[in-house]
């Protein structure tokens, strides 16, 4: 069933290709757009009152950062998530963030993790304060901030790339198993990530990260199987 495009505003935008691109991501990732809703491309162009060129291009952007399917001859589809789909995104999260771990002590760029991880920790303690759609929201982008914060310290820009791509693909997931009341949990696994860069201790760190990213896919998995095997 197709998901009406709600609360757009025309563009006026030079580049409207990367203004409907932010746009589309947007509404994706706050979960306006649900898993399966098929995007009308005349209809999103009215809606943001550009032609359908942009539009075109910024689904195909979409489809490249897995967040839509683009299906010939039925149309462009938000992407769902399986349980297989989510093995393979920890699977590889997991190798990403310890390889980054381990790069960050070996570059000597502890302190810089440290500094990122302050506001972020912050941010989602307030977070943790209230208990709508707005909170686990703003709670998850934080909590994608923190992870990626460790991996940006390595200054692979690649690796940054491509693990920034794979924390988008479960956004609306992450969203789902907070509402479920975990985001204390994660916090508090977040606080032992935090003290074990602060002892400079990487086996820690490792063990930290490891049992985190293990427990979440668990979660993401057991809401996945109650919402009938897709997010």
């Known amino acids: 069933m197709e998901n009406p495009l709600i609360s757009y505003q025309p563009l006026n935008y030079v580049d409207l290709t990367e203004q409907t691109y932010r746009v589309l991501k947007e509404k994706i990732l706050q979960g306006e757009l649900k ?17 359908r060129t ?11 950062d897995g967040l839509v399917e683009i299906v010939p001859r039925q149309g462009t589809f938000v992407t769902e998530l399986t ?12 190798m990403i963030e310890l390889y ?51 991996v940006t310290a390595t200054g692979n820009n690649r690796l940054i790339r491509t ?6 693909n479960t956004h609306g997931a992450r969203i789902h198993y907070l509402a479920s009341g975990d985001a204390q949990a994660t916090q508090h ?14 086996d820690a760190v490792k063990h930290a990260l490891h049992a985190h990213i293990t427990r979440v896919q668990h979660k993401i998995l057991e809401v996945l199987e109650k919402r009938g095997g897709k997010l």
């Open 54 to 64: 942009p539009v075109n291009d910024a689904l195909k952007r979409l489809a490249n």
């Open 189 to 202: 696994e977040h606080r032992a990530i935090v003290a074990a860069f602060h002892a400079g201790d990487l």
């Open 163 to 168: 693990y920034t791509q794979l924390h988008a």
């Open 100 to 150: 980054a771990a381990e790069t960050v002590f070996a570059n000597g760029a502890v302190e810089q993790v440290l500094a990122a991880f302050q506001p972020l920790m912050s941010g989602m303690q307030q977070a943790l304060a209230g208990d709508d759609f707005q909170d686990h929201e703003a709670f998850s982008r934080h909590d994608q901030d923190f992870h990626t914060a460790v």
């Open 35 to 51: 898993p399966g809703a098929q995007i009308s491309v005349p209809g999103t162009a009215v809606a943001l009152g550009v032609s």
């Open 83 to 94: 349980a297989r789909d989510v093995a393979e995104i920890f699977d590889m999260r997991l």
